[in-house]
């Protein structure tokens, strides 16, 4: 009885600490995030674009409070700024795995645009103009590189053409460098 509630109280002393720092298990809620959108409709009526996330990918989902502080702790990593309901982060999400894998890439971040306002903190401080998504390389705590993704407008529900698959590809992968 002893050992079971030494492992419980570890486990919630484990649990309590590690939800300060990531929000959500690594992979998981990214998928799901994105996921979970598949075959569902915007308030348009239009479909989302179908993705395919393995449940292992590298993604780690925190907020922008999260990624101030690492930061400002000058720290040095990767950075995937979307959101899921939007058709430009959906539609490269395919080509970002891509990179991703070839690159070795083992831990990326992914705040959720969603809620931020014009004057969100985060995006003043990288001072970049994030208008759909954004892959950020961030080299002790200052932006190294950058893709803001797709250069051309689609319709919702346009897959990627071979060149606009290679030029993104490319484009990530000069970040990743």
Do not use: H
């Not at 922008?64 to 430009?88: A, R, V």
């Not at 969603?114 to 892959?135: G, P, R, T, Y």
């Amino acid at each position: 009885m002893k050992k079971i509630s030494i492992f419980v109280l570890i486990l919630i002393a484990f649990f309590i600490v590690g939800c300060n720092e990531l929000y959500e298990f690594p992979g998981m809620a990214f998928e799901s995030a994105f996921e979970s959108l598949n075959k569902a409709r915007d308030k348009n009526g239009k479909e989302y674009y179908n993705v395919s996330i393995d449940q292992n990918n590298p993604f780690i989902v925190v907020d922008d409070n999260y990624i101030k502080k690492i930061i400002n702790n000058k720290e040095s990593f990767y950075l995937f700024i979307g959101n899921p309901t939007n058709y430009y982060s959906r539609v490269v999400l395919d080509t970002l795995l891509k990179s991703i894998k070839d690159n070795k890439i083992e831990k990326i971040f992914f705040v959720d645009s969603a809620n931020f306002k014009e004057d969100n903190d985060l995006v003043q401080s990288l001072k970049i103009d994030i208008a759909k998504s954004a892959l950020i390389s961030i080299k002790d705590g200052k932006v190294d590189k950058y893709s803001l993704g797709l250069k051309v407008d689609k319709e919702l529900n346009d897959n990627l053409t071979t060149e606009e698959s290679t030029e993104l590809l490319n484009d990530y992968n000069n970040v990743f460098k």
